[in-house]
């Protein structure tokens, strides 16, 4: 119970949750907070609010329930077929748009009743929603990943350059000359930049920037009406040159390959979900960056 008050900030919508009336649930309330001496949750901006012994007491318990579960998972079968389960996979912008069309497809097939919940990959955040559970899997690309991590690597993703067809300075090939005077469209964010506007500052091109966005997944609509080009995976590039009249060639300069791998937290590693969520990450990944 305290674990649901906690993370809804709502005994009416706990206690819907839970299955209970609301009146249990403050019943319930009011026993724990007798028993602890403290008032556990106050009304705040936006909700009921945990005071620090809450907190304190809501990350135990949470530990606690979290151990058991998984402990209990790790003896446990798992049949795809007929499960249920919802699995958080966190995920760059390119990855979403290369990989979860194939996802999806595979899963119709080997796992109908499965579902996913894609989140936005943060390197800032990542590793803290793989330690608490919030998450079952990262896909992507990790610089310096964490002891605690587990991983397998699915490909290499070399870059490349994407342009509307027709565009009306670049043929069947894109030399050092021409890339420096082409615009450019760029994905800037504020505390993490993508790989193609870092080469453009290396190259000293930054002045050839003409637009940036935070999310890459606005930019091809944006290439196809406009003679922008855009630096980018040529898992992406390949995806929307197939359905949107767009074009790449390969970059004019040597740029070092990415590895796309998944990422798990070391105490998942035996969990019978975890390790089929793997596999099929590892099948439907490739496929969508190799078709």
Same mark, same amino acid.
């Given at each position: 119970m305290?674990?649901?008050?906690? =993370?809804e900030?709502?005994?009416s919508?706990?206690?819907? =949750?839970?299955?209970l009336?609301?009146?249990?649930?403050?019943?319930?309330?009011g026993r724990?907070?007798?028993?602890?001496?403290?008032?556990?949750?106050?009304r705040?901006h936006?909700?009921?609010?945990?005071?620090?012994?809450? =907190?304190t007491?809501?990350?135990?318990?949470?530990?606690?329930?979290?151990?058991?579960?998984?402990? #209990?998972?790790?003896?446990?079968?798992?049949? &795809?077929?007929?499960?249920?389960?919802?699995?958080?996979?966190?995920?760059?912008?390119?990855g979403?748009?290369?990989?979860?069309?194939?996802?999806?497809?595979?899963? @119709?097939?080997h796992?109908?009743?499965?579902?996913?919940n894609?989140? @936005?990959?943060?390197?800032?955040? $990542?590793?803290?929603?793989?330690?608490?559970?919030?998450?079952?899997?990262?896909?992507?690309?990790?610089?310096? &990943?964490?002891?605690?991590?587990?991983?397998?690597?699915?490909?290499?993703?070399?870059?490349?350059?994407?342009?509307?067809?027709?565009?009306?300075?670049?043929?069947?090939?894109?030399?050092?000359?021409?890339?420096?005077?082409?615009?450019?469209?760029?994905?800037?964010?504020? =505390?993490?930049?993508?790989?193609?506007?870092?080469?453009?500052?290396?190259?000293? #091109?930054e002045k050839?920037?003409?637009?940036t966005?935070?999310?890459?997944?606005?930019?091809? &609509?944006?290439?196809?009406?406009?003679?922008?080009? #855009?630096?980018?995976?040529?898992?992406?590039?390949?995806?929307?040159?197939r359905?949107?009249?767009?074009?790449?060639?390969?970059?004019?300069?040597?740029?070092?390959?990415?590895?796309?791998?998944?990422?798990?937290?070391?105490?998942?590693?035996?969990?019978?979900?975890?390790?089929?969520?793997?596999n099929?990450?590892?099948?439907?990944?490739?496929?969508? $960056?190799r078709?």
């Amino acid at each position: 119970m305290l674990l649901t008050v906690g =993370r809804e900030e709502s005994v009416s919508v706990a206690a819907e =949750r839970l299955g209970l009336s609301q009146s249990t649930v403050s019943s319930a309330l009011g026993r724990l907070r007798a028993l602890t001496k403290d008032p556990l949750f106050v009304r705040g901006h936006g909700g009921m609010q945990m005071t620090d012994y809450a =907190r304190t007491l809501f990350t135990s318990v949470e530990a606690a329930f979290a151990s058991m579960d998984l402990a #209990l998972r790790e003896h446990a079968s798992f049949d &795809p077929g007929t499960a249920r389960d919802t699995f958080t996979i966190l995920m760059s912008n390119i990855g979403q748009s290369v990989s979860v069309p194939h996802l999806l497809r595979h899963a @119709q097939e080997h796992a109908p009743r499965v579902r996913f919940n894609i989140m @936005q990959f943060s390197r800032f955040s $990542y590793l803290q929603q793989l330690e608490t559970g919030e998450a079952d899997l990262v896909c992507g690309y990790i610089s310096r &990943p964490k002891e605690c991590l587990r991983s397998i690597k699915l490909v290499d993703t070399e870059f490349v350059c994407l342009f509307r067809d027709g565009h009306p300075l670049i043929g069947d090939e894109i030399t050092p000359e021409l890339y420096a005077k082409l615009d450019h469209v760029a994905v800037k964010r504020e =505390r993490d930049s993508g790989r193609g506007i870092e080469l453009l500052h290396e190259l000293g #091109l930054e002045k050839r920037i003409k637009l940036t966005l935070p999310h890459i997944s606005a930019i091809p &609509p944006i290439i196809f009406v406009s003679d922008l080009v #855009l630096t980018t995976t040529r898992g992406f590039a390949e995806t929307y040159a197939r359905m949107s009249g767009l074009r790449w060639l390969p970059l004019p300069y040597e740029m070092p390959s990415t590895d796309v791998a998944i990422f798990w937290h070391e105490k998942k590693q035996t969990d019978a979900a975890n390790k089929w969520l793997r596999n099929f990450m590892r099948d439907s990944v490739v496929q969508g $960056y190799r078709s």
